[in-house]
């Protein structure tokens, strides 16, 4: 089994240095990974600079540029192969609910599964890394069981999986869940520069709006490991034909387009 990794986080990071130590006992791993943390920047790709490739001390190859970036190259020249798998992570904090449209980490896998390969992204719930090493021997345990159930090198799929900070036999077995919402997230932060001018920060996250039972939300806060496969579809199939019948635009340029007449209605 050959397998990419990559995380939004940055090739220092203990996360990824976790997984790829985890991992490396069971498959042939390599890792490509950003130079910096580039967290929520989603499937952004880097067109209007160019991005070099460089080999840190552990042999992992970093890039400066996106999570997506990162896959992108590896994929289309940079390994020379076809991987059978592509992880992304571990994430310092959760990708649950919402945070799955903005995140890196999510980005990054994601972008394997368009290259039709399948991927998943890893993430602990809490920020700070606390019990890594039973997150990493968890995603581990994960990887072997799909590889054992055929389903690694078979057709597309993406997977986001949330681990709580627990001790390994703390955790509890896998929930397979929908994502949760979130409210709006917070009111951005402002401050003023040395030179005077207003700076802006991205406030944080809202809480979480829809939390319930059968949600990633609650499985995690029981202490479950979750998985949620996800789709790139974003079709609203559900009101495709409402839009279709009740907003029916005219086409420009056709000489019916005018407004109707007393004599095209018959008066």
């Not at 599964?113 to 997150?135: C, H, N, R, T």
């Not at 001790?167 to 932060?189: D, F, K, M, S, T």
């Amino acid at each position: 089994m050959k397998i990419l990794i990559s995380n939004d986080d940055g090739h220092l990071a203990p996360g990824i240095v976790a997984l790829h130590a985890a991992l490396s006992t069971v498959a042939d791993v390599e890792v490509v990974a950003p130079e910096h943390n580039n967290s929520a920047k989603s499937n952004a790709l880097t067109l209007h600079s160019p991005l070099y490739v460089h080999t840190a001390a552990n042999g992992f190859r970093y890039v400066n540029g996106t999570p997506a970036d990162c896959v992108h190259i590896a994929l289309t020249g940079l390994l020379g192969y076809r991987p059978d798998l592509v992880v992304s992570g571990i994430n310092n904090g959760a990708n649950m609910g919402d945070d799955t449209i903005y995140s890196g980490t999510v980005g990054a896998a994601m972008e394997g599964y368009l290259f039709g390969i399948p991927a998943i992204a890893f993430s602990q719930v809490d920020k700070g890394w606390g019990e890594l090493q039973a997150a990493a021997h968890r995603a581990r345990e994960i990887v072997l069981q799909l590889q054992a159930q055929q389903r690694i090198g078979s057709d597309p799929w993406l997977l986001n999986v949330n681990i709580p900070n627990l001790p390994l036999q703390a955790l509890r077995p896998v929930q397979w869940c929908r994502l949760g919402r979130r409210h709006a997230a917070e009111r951005v932060i402002t401050q003023q520069s040395p030179r005077g001018d207003t700076m802006y920060w991205i406030g944080g996250a809202g809480p979480a709006k829809d939390n319930g039972e059968g949600t990633d939300f609650h499985a995690t806060a029981q202490g479950h490991v979750s998985i949620t496969p996800l789709r790139i579809d974003l079709t609203d199939y559900l009101h495709l034909q409402d839009w279709a019948q009740r907003m029916v635009f005219v086409e420009s340029g056709n000489e019916s387009d005018g407004p109707a007449t007393s004599a095209d209605k018959g008066h």
